[in-house]
C-alpha cells in the first residue's frame, strides 16, 4: 500500500515538473519572442551617427572626407553635416573629394563636376567625377585618413560603388587607411538581374556583380578587397563603422534623395528596373518630377497607352530625353512597387514601340545591362521568365561568394 502511494506521489512529481518545465520553455520562448520584436522596433542606427566609435580614431589626424549631401548625422531637431559635426569636435578635416552630382547633390547624371570651394566652410572640394574618378597622389599626400560616408541605393550602375572602388585603390597606393561610415541599402533585400561581363566593365560597372548586388557600401568594400578587385591585387587598410538594427530584410525610407533624379521611396524601389532605361531612347521621367516613376517616348503607341508627359528642363535634368516633346507611355507613380528587379517595363516599351528601331541606344544599354545579351534576348522576344533563366547560374555563383562579406543577415 505504502508502494502504491509512493509511486503515485512520483507520478504526480513527474507530471508537475512536465507542466512547471513547460511552461517555463513557454515562457522563454516568448520571452525570446518578445526580444526579437523589440530588436526589430529599434530605429535603425547608421554608421555616422555613432561619434563615439570613431571620433577617437579621427583625434589629431589630418583628415579627407567623401561625401555628399546625404553624409548627415541624423537628430530629432535637424541633421547635421558629417563635415560640420567633425569640424565642430574639432577634427582636422582638410579637403572634400565629392562623387557623382557633386558635394551638394545638385549636378545632373553623367555631368563633370569640377574642383571648387565649400561656402560654408571654405574647404577645398576635390571632384571625383570630372577630370579624375580617383584622388590623385598629390591630393591624399598630406592625409593621415580618409572618411568614405554616401548613401547607395544598391544598384551595379550608380556609380557611387564606383567611386568608392577608386578610393580604396588611391588609399591602398598610398598607405592611407580608409574609414566608412556604412549605410543601409533600401534595395539590399534581394539579388537579380545580369551578372555583368568583364568586356563591358565600365565606371557604369567595374566587376563581376548583378545589376543589383544586395549590399552595403561596408559589405562591397569587402568584397572588393576580399576579390582582389583593386589594381594588381592590392588591398585596402578599411575600417567599417556598422549599422546598429539593421538586416537585409529591413525597410528603409531614405530622408535625403540620394541624388537628383530619385526623389522619393518610389523612385528609389523602382530605380532597378526603369533604370536600364537610362541606356535607351526612352525617358524615364527626367524633366519631370516623377523621375523613375513613369516612362515614355514620342516613337511608342498613343494608341496602346492612356498617358502621356512632356519633358522639361528642371533640377538635376538640364536636358532631358525628348525635351519639350510628347511622350506616349505609362504613369507608374501610383503603383504599389514591389521590392524587386523586372523586365516588364522595358520589355512593355520595347514591344509598343512603332519604331523598334529607336529603342536601344545599344552600347550605352550595354554598358548598363553589363552584357550584349540582353538587348538581342528583348530584341528576339523572349519573356521575362526565359530572360532571367539565362542567368541564374552566374547569378548562383555571385550569391555565394556574396555570404562571405555579408555584415547583417
Same mark, same amino acid.
Not at 55 to 61: I, S
Not at 62 to 81: E, L, Y
Not at 141 to 150: C, G, M, N, Q, T
Not at 299 to 306: I, M
Given at each position: 500500500?505504502?508502494?502504491?502511494?509512493?509511486?503515485?506521489?512520483?507520478?504526480?512529481?513527474?507530471?508537475?515538473?512536465?507542466?512547471?518545465?513547460?511552461?517555463?520553455?513557454n515562457?522563454?520562448?516568448?520571452?525570446?519572442?518578445?526580444?526579437?520584436?523589440?530588436?526589430?522596433?529599434?530605429?535603425?542606427?547608421?554608421?555616422?551617427?555613432?561619434?563615439?566609435?570613431?571620433l577617437?580614431?579621427?583625434?589629431?589626424?589630418?583628415?579627407?572626407?567623401?561625401?555628399?549631401?546625404?553624409?548627415?548625422?541624423?537628430?530629432?531637431?535637424?541633421?547635421?553635416?558629417?563635415?560640420?559635426s567633425? @569640424?565642430? %569636435?574639432?577634427? /582636422?578635416?582638410?579637403?572634400?573629394?565629392?562623387?557623382?552630382? !557633386?558635394? +551638394?547633390?545638385?549636378? #545632373?547624371?553623367?555631368?563633370?563636376?569640377?574642383?571648387?570651394?565649400?561656402?560654408?566652410?571654405?574647404?577645398?572640394?576635390?571632384?571625383?567625377?570630372?577630370?579624375?574618378?580617383?584622388?590623385?597622389?598629390?591630393?591624399?599626400?598630406?592625409?593621415?585618413?580618409?572618411?568614405?560616408?554616401?548613401?547607395?541605393?544598391?544598384?551595379?550602375?550608380?556609380?557611387?560603388?564606383?567611386?568608392?572602388?577608386?578610393?580604396?585603390?588611391?588609399?591602398?597606393?598610398?598607405?592611407v587607411?580608409?574609414?566608412?561610415?556604412?549605410r543601409?541599402?533600401?534595395?539590399?533585400?534581394?539579388?537579380?538581374?545580369?551578372?555583368?561581363?568583364?568586356?563591358?566593365?565600365?565606371?557604369?560597372?567595374?566587376?563581376?556583380?548583378? @545589376?543589383? %548586388?544586395?549590399? /552595403?557600401?561596408g559589405?562591397?568594400?569587402?568584397?572588393?578587397? !576580399?576579390? +582582389?578587385?583593386?589594381? #594588381?591585387?592590392?588591398?585596402?587598410?578599411?575600417?567599417?563603422?556598422?549599422?546598429?538594427?539593421?538586416?537585409?530584410?529591413?525597410?528603409?525610407?531614405?530622408?535625403?534623395?540620394?541624388?537628383?533624379?530619385?526623389?522619393?521611396?518610389?523612385?528609389?524601389?523602382?530605380?532597378?528596373?526603369?533604370?536600364?532605361?537610362?541606356?535607351?531612347?526612352?525617358?524615364?521621367?527626367?524633366?519631370?518630377?516623377?523621375?523613375?516613376?513613369?516612362?515614355?517616348?514620342?516613337?511608342?503607341?498613343?494608341e496602346?497607352?492612356?498617358?502621356?508627359?512632356?519633358?522639361?528642363p528642371?533640377?538635376?535634368?538640364?536636358?532631358?530625353?525628348?525635351?519639350?516633346?510628347?511622350?506616349?507611355?505609362?504613369?507608374?507613380?501610383?503603383?504599389?512597387?514591389?521590392?524587386?528587379?523586372?523586365?516588364?517595363?522595358?520589355?512593355?516599351?520595347?514591344?509598343?514601340?512603332?519604331?523598334?528601331?529607336?529603342?536601344?541606344?545599344?552600347?550605352?544599354?550595354?554598358?548598363?545591362?553589363?552584357?550584349?545579351?540582353?538587348?538581342?534576348?528583348?530584341?528576339?522576344?523572349?519573356?521575362?521568365?526565359?530572360?532571367?533563366?539565362?542567368?541564374?547560374?552566374?547569378?548562383?555563383?555571385?550569391?555565394?561568394?556574396?555570404?562571405?562579406?555579408?555584415?547583417?543577415?
Amino acid at each position: 500500500m505504502r508502494f502504491k502511494v509512493f509511486k503515485n506521489t512520483v507520478l504526480l512529481f513527474v507530471l508537475v515538473a512536465i507542466a512547471c518545465a513547460s511552461k517555463t520553455k513557454n515562457e522563454s520562448t516568448t520571452n525570446d519572442e518578445l526580444n526579437e520584436l523589440e530588436q526589430k522596433e529599434q530605429p535603425i542606427i547608421v554608421g555616422a551617427n555613432q561619434t563615439e566609435r570613431y571620433l577617437p580614431l579621427l583625434k589629431a589626424k589630418r583628415v579627407g572626407i567623401v561625401a555628399n549631401q546625404t553624409s548627415v548625422i541624423f537628430t530629432k531637431s535637424s541633421n547635421v553635416h558629417l563635415v560640420d559635426s567633425l @569640424l565642430k %569636435h574639432q577634427i /582636422t578635416v582638410t579637403k572634400v573629394f565629392s562623387p557623382e552630382h !557633386g558635394f +551638394r547633390g545638385k549636378a #545632373d547624371a553623367g555631368e563633370n563636376v569640377k574642383d571648387g570651394a565649400d561656402t560654408k566652410t571654405g574647404l577645398p572640394i576635390f571632384s571625383l567625377h570630372g577630370k579624375h574618378k580617383k584622388p590623385t597622389d598629390e591630393q591624399l599626400k598630406d592625409l593621415d585618413v580618409v572618411v568614405f560616408d554616401i548613401q547607395d541605393v544598391g544598384v551595379r550602375f550608380y556609380t557611387y560603388i564606383s567611386t568608392l572602388h577608386y578610393v580604396m585603390e588611391a588609399c591602398a597606393e598610398n598607405d592611407v587607411p580608409l574609414l566608412i561610415f556604412d549605410r543601409p541599402n533600401p534595395n539590399g533585400n534581394y539579388v537579380d538581374g545580369p551578372v555583368l561581363e568583364k568586356e563591358h566593365s565600365s565606371f557604369l560597372g567595374m566587376h563581376t556583380i548583378p @545589376l543589383v %548586388h544586395g549590399m /552595403t557600401i561596408g559589405e562591397y568594400a569587402q568584397m572588393i578587397n !576580399g576579390e +582582389r578587385w583593386l589594381k #594588381d591585387g592590392i588591398t585596402c587598410d578599411i575600417t567599417i563603422i556598422g549599422l546598429k538594427n539593421y538586416d537585409h530584410n529591413s525597410s528603409y525610407s531614405l530622408p535625403i534623395r540620394p541624388s537628383p533624379n530619385l526623389p522619393n521611396d518610389q523612385a528609389i524601389t523602382l530605380y532597378p528596373s526603369l533604370g536600364l532605361f537610362e541606356g535607351t531612347n526612352i525617358n524615364a521621367g527626367r524633366g519631370t518630377e516623377f523621375q523613375f516613376q513613369r516612362y515614355g517616348a514620342p516613337f511608342l503607341d498613343k494608341e496602346h497607352y492612356n498617358f502621356s508627359y512632356t519633358p522639361i528642363p528642371n533640377f538635376g535634368s538640364k536636358y532631358p530625353k525628348h525635351q519639350n516633346e510628347i511622350c506616349y507611355g505609362a504613369d507608374l507613380s501610383q503603383v504599389e512597387a514591389e521590392r524587386k528587379f523586372t523586365l516588364k517595363y522595358i520589355i512593355d516599351a520595347y514591344t509598343n514601340a512603332k519604331d523598334k528601331s529607336k529603342v536601344f541606344n545599344t552600347s550605352n544599354f550595354t554598358k548598363h545591362a553589363g552584357t550584349a545579351k540582353l538587348q538581342e534576348q528583348i530584341e528576339a522576344g523572349m519573356s521575362e521568365a526565359e530572360i532571367k533563366k539565362s542567368w541564374q547560374k552566374d547569378l548562383n555563383s555571385y550569391k555565394t561568394m556574396r555570404t562571405k562579406y555579408l555584415l547583417y543577415n
